[in-house]
């Protein structure tokens, strides 16, 4: 079964700055997509970014980039110029594409993120 | 952008009554979900559902849960006798394609007293 682990249950940046958020997955799998989703306390769930494993390149939305090591299993998030609008709890997210399986999302624990004016 | 809508946006209940939350998914859409989301916890898969039937589900979801699609517009998912235990955000989600973008409701904020 495919698992995923945040380990940095909380981060903090100074606002302007960057900061870069780390996740871990296990799978067996060759292809399956990685996304990273901001809750902020709304709860709303709200998609940052999107990396398809066969991609080598990695996905970037405006402030939000990923840094994507597929042997390494790790994908983490940098944001830059960090806003105070980003301060929300991060959930990494795997998700297979093996039909019988419902392409279902498998969440991290989440991280924390702060942004200190 | 299309959403997903979830209602009620709260439901209190007490212990033991059955609840039904309610979801108006994309229309187009084919593939659908419930999660759940514990108060300062990670979101966990409950099901997933696929022309018409449980394509997978999660070992949270027993016998007290079912899901249906009754009229092609509403998906629902059905705790029949709720315990303290299942007081939860939950929500839908939506998609069209296994490989496109999953569309999240907003939620429902189940508790049970």
């Known amino acids: 079964a495919q698992t995923v682990t945040q380990s940095q249950p909380e981060m903090s940046v100074q606002e302007a700055e960057t900061v870069t958020l780390s996740c871990t997955y296990d799978t067996s799998e060759s292809d399956y997509y990685l996304f990273w989703y901001k809750q902020p306390p709304s709860r709303q769930m709200i998609l940052v970014i999107r990396q398809e494993a066969y991609k080598q390149q990695n996905a970037t939305e405006n402030r939000f980039s990923v840094n994507f090591q597929k042997a390494a299993k790790s994908f983490s998030l940098k944001i830059s110029d960090s806003q105070l609008g980003d301060a929300a709890m991060y959930f990494c997210a795997y998700r297979t594409l093996v039909y019988n399986q419902g392409g279902k999302l498998i969440f991290g624990q989440g991280t924390e993120l702060s942004v200190k004016p | 952008e299309p959403e997903v809508t979830q209602t009620p946006s709260h439901q209190v209940t007490q212990m033991g009554q059955e609840v039904i939350l309610r979801c108006v998914p994309i229309s187009n859409h084919l593939y659908f979900y419930w999660y759940r989301q514990i108060l300062g916890q990670k979101v966990e898969f409950l099901v997933s559902f696929y022309n018409n039937e449980i394509s997978e589900k999660s070992e949270i979801f027993d016998d007290q849960f079912s899901v249906e699609r009754p009229d092609g517009s509403n998906f629902t998912l059905k705790i029949r006798s709720t315990k303290l235990e299942d007081s939860a955000m939950y929500f839908c989600?939506?998609?069209?394609?296994?490989?496109?973008?999953?569309?999240f409701g907003s939620g429902t904020q189940l508790s049970v007293l």
């Open positions: 989600a939506s998609t069209g394609r296994v490989n496109e973008k999953l569309f």
